[in-house]
């Protein structure tokens, strides 16, 4: 029994010396990257471990900083009306200067708005949309009356020369 033992050893020897080694580990990958992408890569990492504690952090920060109560006596809507205001104002006389008809279609007799023809000419709201209707707006070829106020004070510092009778 032992000499079938030497003889099995002796061959397990001799068969080793004649075979080519196969790697039992997995093969390692190498990966260069500088140092601050490694930090950055890192620091990601730590971060999406730690992101119930991030959250947590950066929620208490935002506490300390942001008010929980409104402002009394400021009116949000007032302010952004102002500059809404100005704003149509401004487009609303552009669009009376150069071009009186679509004024008087689109803004004073669709919306009831003729502030600018009301100031330009001294105007109440009734007389706009009379001389809008009857002189601005109509095709008829026949003359309109236009009140008199349109005649005694136009403003000259106006630039509405193509508005005058």
């Known amino acids: 029994m032992i000499a079938k033992l ?32 490694a930090d950055m890569i890192d620091k990601e990492l730590e971060r999406l471990a730690h992101k119930q504690e991030a959250d947590r952090a950066w929620q208490q920060k935002n506490e300390a900083v942001i008010e929980h109560d409104l402002p009394q006596g400021f009116d949000f809507d007032e302010a952004a009306t102002a500059v809404m205001e100005r704003r149509q ?5 552009r669009m009376a200067k150069d071009d009186p008809r679509m ?14 023809f009301e100031d ?38 106006d630039d509405f020369g193509a508005l005058k009778p």
């Open 89 to 93: 104002k401004k487009k609303d006389t």
């Open 120 to 157: 330009i000419f001294d105007f109440t709201a009734q007389q706009v949309v009379e001389f809008c209707e009857e002189c601005v707006i109509s095709d008829d070829e026949a003359p309109c009356v236009v009140p008199e106020a349109l005649f005694d004070d136009i403003h000259d510092d």
């Open 103 to 116: 004024y008087c279609a689109d803004r004073c007799i669709a919306t009831g708005n003729c502030d600018v």
């Open 6 to 37: 030497a003889s099995l050893v002796a061959i397990l020897a001799v068969s080793d010396a004649f075979m080519v080694p196969t790697r039992q580990c997995r093969p390692t990958s190498k990966l260069f990257l500088e140092d601050h992408i």
